[in-house]
């Protein structure tokens, strides 16, 4: 067998390759085997992608047997993460949903619907708060950015007494997705939302907090405190501040040219929340009469004197005669009378009740910067026809000029009168009319390619493949083209051997073929002699050829 092998063509071919170039080349060629295999199966590995978080182990075996079901290759990271092919994601994550999957750990009001007979009336309720606080935590996940959300109602029992009764309040733990964020909006919608969801809770009774452990949601600021303004209070303010900005930019920039002027307005809001009680007298006043509010008199008579006297009749009662004259003693002595009397008028009296308006404008500062004016460019002289075109100078750019004071005047006056400005207010305005810098405005960066997410996938799959390039070229260069150097050389030298004796070698074998009697197989050994050994052949020949005839 091993004579068939030497006889065949890759034998003899590999029989001429010295042991250390044809070891080499065996080895060049299996690392290049392993290589190619190796990074075929490197490149054929998928990019793994975050499917799910901070998955229960309940939830975890649920959905490690439903990708097994889908066939779908995954790996499960520290706490309780999972991970898939990242071309797979969004399709597993709707395939997963359709089944119900993951149920977050939590459940809603089915509780209810396996409620037992003989449960009591505080395991209803249990189950009721647990159902509630379920379907409020299902319904803030389904907010983009919220991972998870987890729940706690604190209801407190009904109570006879209105002064006894308590408001519920709820507490929310937010686990946002990596790099997200909620806006103040998405903070209050959810306070709003879990408000709602539970009877007489007010909105100060929610607090939100994300896995960070930050408060989202900030109590509100009580009336007259000075821990600074809410939200909604610094929007107001900033909306008056704007809006007092672009009426300035629209009186003054038809004037100064769009671009040339800057302002900013600071508005100091009253937010207090005031209300007044005040009762007020007056006098009576003008020249109309009084009113009169109430009248009492009382009247009473005494006397020191004798009794009535005389004869009882018609004829004792009439008037003394014209010649007789009144005891005025006795008179003065028989009677004393007292007359008193007390008037009430009415006294103007107002009852004020005020409530202060919140949100007022106490007061408003204003700071205004114009630029310097452009002149109309100056029309160039007309050409002399004789005149070289090449001499002309071009006319010169325009100069920018200040306003004139009473330009300005006007400026100040207009922007008061657009701003509502007060001075019994505290108002301010500082108008200023000075040039512009003439630097050019600095150019925003943009975010350098190599930061960019798109260039750094690209640059992953692009190092792959210089990897696997720089691996082939070191097989090929370093192992497999120094081997097939030397077996050529070695080939080479073999060639070199077989051609310098062929042509003594074909002489002897056609004197050996001419000798009568020449047996087949001694040629045969004589050609097998020669091209195994051509030296000693040769030299043979020579000695043949140096004998003489």
């Known amino acids: 067998?091993?004579?068939a092998i030497a006889s065949s063509p890759a034998g003899g071919f590999l029989g001429r390759i010295p042991p250390r170039s044809l070891m080499a080349l065996l080895v060049g060629a299996a690392t290049l085997i392993a290589v190619s295999a190796a990074a075929v199966m490197w490149l054929r590995t998928p990019d793994y992608k975050l499917l799910f978080a901070n998955v229960s182990d309940k939830d975890g075996g649920a959905v490690v047997a439903a990708l097994g079901q889908l066939d779908v290759p995954f790996r499960n990271g520290e706490g309780g993460a999972i991970y898939v092919p990242a071309d797979r994601v969004h399709d597993i994550r709707l395939k997963l949903a359709s089944q119900g999957l993951p149920k977050g750990g939590g459940v809603g009001l089915e509780l209810m619907d396996g409620q037992k007979f003989g449960a009591t009336q505080f395991q209803e309720q249990v189950n009721f708060q647990r159902g509630l606080e379920g379907e409020i935590a299902r319904s803030i996940q389904s907010l983009s950015a919220v991972q998870s959300a987890r729940v706690h109602l604190a209801l407190p029992k009904a109570s006879l007494f209105v002064r006894d009764a308590q408001k519920p309040s709820a507490s929310i733990v937010l686990n946002l997705y990596p790099g997200k964020s909620l806006e103040r909006s998405q903070v209050a919608g959810i306070t709003h939302l879990v408000a709602s969801s539970v009877a007489d809770m007010p909105l100060a009774g929610v607090s939100i907090v994300d896995q960070h452990g930050n408060l989202l949601s900030a109590p509100p600021r009580a009336p007259g405190s000075a821990a600074g303004?809410?939200?909604?209070?610094?929007?107001?303010?900033?909306?008056?501040?704007?809006?007092h900005?672009?009426?300035?930019?629209?009186?003054?920039?038809?004037?100064?040219g769009r671009g040339n002027v800057r302002a900013q307005v600071t508005a100091e809001v009253d937010f207090s929340q005031v209300e007044q009680t005040a009762e007020l007298y007056k006098p009576n006043q003008g020249s109309e009469p009084a009113t009169v509010r109430s009248t009492s008199s009382s009247e009473s008579a005494s006397g020191s004197g004798g009794g009535a006297s005389g004869v009882p009749g018609a004829l004792t009662n009439q008037p003394p005669s014209a010649g007789e004259k009144k005891d005025a003693s006795a008179s003065a002595a028989s009677s004393n009378t007292r007359k008193e009397s007390v008037v009430n008028?009415?006294?103007?009296?107002?009852?004020?009740?005020?409530?202060?308006?919140?949100?007022s404008v106490k007061r408003l500062s204003a700071a205004i910067l114009v630029n310097h004016k452009r002149p109309a460019p100056v029309a160039a002289p007309a050409a002399d026809a004789k005149a070289d075109p090449k001499d002309a100078k071009p006319a010169a750019a325009p100069v920018p000029v200040a306003f004139t004071e009473a330009e300005v005047g006007q400026m100040?006056?207009?922007v008061k009168e657009a701003i509502g400005f007060n001075k019994d207010r505290g108002?301010?305005?500082?108008?200023?009319?000075?040039?512009f810098s003439t630097e050019p405005e600095s150019i925003a960066?943009?975010?350098?390619?190599?930061?960019?997410?798109?260039?750094?996938?690209?640059?992953?799959?692009?190092?792959?493949?210089l990897f696997l390039l720089a691996a082939l070229a070191f097989v090929v260069l370093g192992i497999i083209r120094p081997a097939m150097r030397q077996v050529a050389a070695s080939m080479a030298a073999s060639a070199e051997r077989d051609a310098s004796p062929a042509p003594a070698a074909l002489a002897g074998a056609s004197t050996l073929s001419a000798l009568p009697g020449a047996a087949p197989s001694a040629l045969a050994d004589v050609q097998r002699?020669?091209?195994?050994?051509p030296a000693t052949v040769a030299n043979v020949v020579r000695t043949w050829v140096a004998k003489p005839n």
């Not at 303004?229 to 809006?243: D, F, K, M, R």
């Not at 900005?245 to 100064?256: S, T, Y």
């Not at 002699?529 to 050994?533: E, K, N, Q, T, Y």
């Open 529 to 533: 002699i020669a091209r195994d050994d």
């Open 445 to 465: 960066t943009e975010t350098p390619i190599w930061q960019r997410p798109e260039a750094m996938s690209f640059a992953k799959e692009g190092g792959k493949a």
């Open 412 to 414: 100040n006056a207009l």
């Open 229 to 243: 303004l809410n939200p909604s209070e610094l929007a107001y303010v900033q909306e008056i501040e704007q809006g």
């Open 427 to 435: 108002d301010s305005l500082n108008l200023v009319n000075a040039p």
């Open 345 to 359: 008028y009415e006294v103007d009296k107002t009852v004020r009740h005020t409530r202060a308006q919140v949100g």
């Open 1 to 3: 067998m091993n004579n």
């Open 245 to 256: 900005i672009k009426r300035i930019l629209d009186i003054l920039e038809p004037i100064a």
